[in-house]
């Protein structure tokens, strides 16, 4: 998205478009010839607008366009991206457009805002934005891949800030770039293969039914390459039964959250039942929330036992954090399991 403050900024967009595209004949300038052949006085050329330094928009936007932006410079003033590189400072999506609306840039290459932001410029009714690329999602993927068509409902992308964050998170790692997809684990669809998957933060936990987990290996079992590994972490059933009964506090200097814990040795269902109250710095009051959340005791045998049905092989424990077998009353119990070179 682009956006100029004023007529002069307005101009020189006019140009950067210009640039990134090929001039037809007809808006080539008139020859001193023709204008002879008429008659009239001959024409004197335009002077050419050479982009400089000195004349190149301040320029901000999303983390994510900065290699676009590194790319248009080097177009623009003559380098190679190495030295124009110095000249991209991006301070993320929302706070670009803040800039641009405060004089402090120019011309934004960025994700779309945010309704509020949005909102914010509509108000001022002095910006001009012209959308010039959508996202889009190629998917590579093994021979032996059971997908052989895609639809966008197939397609599950986390929406919204979170989105947006962690695409800000990762613009500056190196390599392929991630994709983020937010999917149901028991439906899992990477559309592909891959030699590792890693599930991290007692994620297994949260499903409450064996059959769940069974399914969410499957999934994985199905897009892990042949010879792959799997790679996971729970919360052990004795950290979750001890965890009955007990009350924690976390105080911050704008958050307080009090969470207790009950364990039902019949479901093996431990329930955090937590309130947060957050301090609103515009009013001075405190707001109160309330989240539920839900972890099951697995035993190891269980974990074995669906981890075989799914077809993973060379199932090893680990203890938290150690390359040893977990000890008893290990509070955390890391697992690792390969799938066949056979698949």
Known sequence: MRRFRTLTAALALSLLLTACGQTSPAQSRPSSSSSSASGSVSAVPAEEFVFTRANLPRLDGSTSTVPLAQA?????????Q???AQLIHFSRTTQSYYNLMNGNADLLLAAEPTPEVMEELDQRNSWYMTPFAIDALVFVVNQNNP???LTVDRILISAGEDREAAREKAADLTGEPPVFLNQDMTELDLYGTV?????CLDSLNYLLHPKDVQKCFQRLH?????GGVLVFDINSSAKLAALDGQVFLDEQEDVYCVWRAE???RSRICSYFMDIFQLDEATGQWGRGEELHQERAYTHEELTTLLE???FQDIKAFGELKLRPPKAGEQRIFYTARKGAGG
């Open 195 to 199: 030699d590792a998957a890693v599930c």
């Open 82 to 84: 190495e030295q124009t």
């Open 147 to 149: 997908v052989d068509s």
């Open 222 to 226: 199905l897009f892990v390459a042949p």
């Open 72 to 80: 248009m410079c080097a177009v623009l003033l003559g380098e190679d």
């Open 263 to 265: 364990f039902s040795r």
């Open 309 to 311: 049905g799914a077809g």
